[in-house]
């Protein structure tokens, strides 16, 4: 049976929404002596409203609703599910999807709720829009990006943006802290992402280093190229906070993928470090795969292409 009571939920512009009788309203304008709402259920030609005194404690008079609008005895529970998905998808860094499937595997325990659970399609435009909000809109080209003080600082309030060239075809991400860290490391991987860069930018190249027996990323950066001036300028740019710091760095070994202007720019920038210390891998794919495994191992961390060299010696055992 539906609730007399009057219920209040938030629109996805955080407007004032009621809930009565298992349908939902929306207010359409407030008049000198009472409130009229309007049927926000979303079926086709309902024009059904509904009249409240101003504070919204009751109910005055309702109007007829089309047929095919029906009543929820679930509604107000289903405005809430979508207000919550709505909340977390503002303040949670996770995927939205990821999100929306925690809430909807916890809501799936009980038969009560499983069934009234917001689907993905009545979800998402609703958690997508309440993301969008948390981030300013990008300009129109990338020569126009300007950084502000909490995109460019961490939690703790280091600095976190280390470069940025002048048309921002180069952003590098790093803390002081990360730096002295590469220093201490002896041995370097990096490796380049595609999926999760903004339209203006071709890859995501990170530099990690190995701390406590787990692989550790300590620099992020953004590029539109691929090239060796690219590489070559990141790592300059890497030598010049260093010795700003009063540390060196020399790595012994640099992990990466197959790369030819990568592996160039490291040789550039690392005359000490050996050839074969950072091709190996190269070396022991193209031997032992005879090239046919190297596409699973490109842009790999290095833990896994060393599972993946492995692997391919005991098949080719």
């Known amino acids: 049976m539906e609730s007399d009571e009057i219920k209040f939920v938030s629109t996805q512009r955080n407007q004032q929404k009621i809930v009565y009788r298992g349908r939902c309203y929306t207010l359409k304008r407030t008049n000198r002596n009472d409130k009229c709402w309007i049927c926000a259920s979303g079926s086709r030609g309902c024009s059904g409203k509904l009249y409240t005194n101003l504070d919204a404690t009751e109910v005055i008079r309702t109007g007829e609703h089309a047929e095919g609008c029906r009543v929820d005895a679930h509604a107000f529970y289903h ?3 979508l207000n919550e998905l709505k909340r977390l998808a503002a303040g949670d860094p996770r995927p939205v999807l990821e999100i929306y499937d925690e809430l909807a595997s916890n809501a799936s325990t009980s038969l009560e709720t499983a069934a009234y659970f ?5 979800a998402r435009n609703t958690m997508y829009y309440s993301r969008s909000k948390r981030y300013p809109r990008l300009p129109a080209r990338r020569q126009d990006l300007r950084l502000t003080a909490e995109q460019t600082t961490t939690k703790s309030g280091a600095q976190f943006l280390m470069y940025h060239s002048p048309t921002n075809d180069i952003l590098i991400f790093a803390t002081e802290d990360g730096v002295k860290l590469l220093a201490q490391s002896n041995c370097w991987c990096g490796d380049g992402t595609f999926k999760i860069v903004p339209s203006w930018y071709q890859q995501l190249f990170t530099l990690h280093v190995f701390l406590r027996g787990k692989l550790l990323p300590v620099v992020y950066c953004l590029t539109v190229r691929k090239d060796l001036p690219t590489y070559s300028r990141i790592f300059e740019v890497l030598h010049s906070k260093a010795e700003e710091l009063g540390v060196q760095l020399e790595p ?5 993928d197959f790369e030819t202007a990568l592996i160039l720019a490291i040789q550039g920038n690392f005359p000490n470090l050996l050839f074969p210390n950072y091709c190996v891998v190269t070396l022991t794919l193209s031997d032992v795969c ?3 495994s190297v596409v699973c191992c490109v842009a790999r961390p290095f833990n896994l292409l060393v599972s993946c060299v492995f692997n391919c010696v005991l098949v080719n055992k």
């Not at 917001?118 to 009545?122: D, G, L, M, S």
């Not at 012994?252 to 990466?256: D, E, G, Y």
């Open 290 to 292: 005879v090239g046919v």
């Open 79 to 81: 405005q809430q599910q």
């Open 118 to 122: 917001p689907t993905w399609e009545q």
């Open 252 to 256: 012994a070994k640099f992990v990466c």
